[in-house]
């Protein structure tokens, strides 16, 4: 399992966690699932859920940065970044 695959997976369970998760999405969450799209988050919900993440992944989400994500993968490269040492 790669980091990035990791990150997915740690990323589902909190979309698991979440009340306001659709049924259906149980099992099927991947590196491609639209946040928007198939989470069918309220503005309210997606809030919860970033800072979910934030906290999870110990990190802080620019908020110039969430117009970039637009799936579970990309919301996973976004964290696994923030972890990587700069390159000088």
Known sequence: MT???DA??????IIQSL?????GL?????AETSVL???A???VATMDFIMA???????VIP?????????????????????APAVA
């Open 26 to 30: 149980a099992g099927t969450v991947t």
């Open 8 to 13: 997915v997976r740690r990323i589902d369970g």
């Open 3 to 5: 980091e990035r695959d």
């Open 41 to 43: 988050l309220d503005s």
């Open 63 to 83: 908020i110039d940065r969430m117009s970039d994500i637009s799936t579970v993968g990309d919301l996973a490269d976004a964290v696994l970044a923030m972890h």
């Open 53 to 59: 993440v934030e906290t999870e992944f110990d990190v």
């Open 19 to 23: 009340d306001s998760t659709p049924p």
């Open 37 to 39: 799209g198939d989470l």
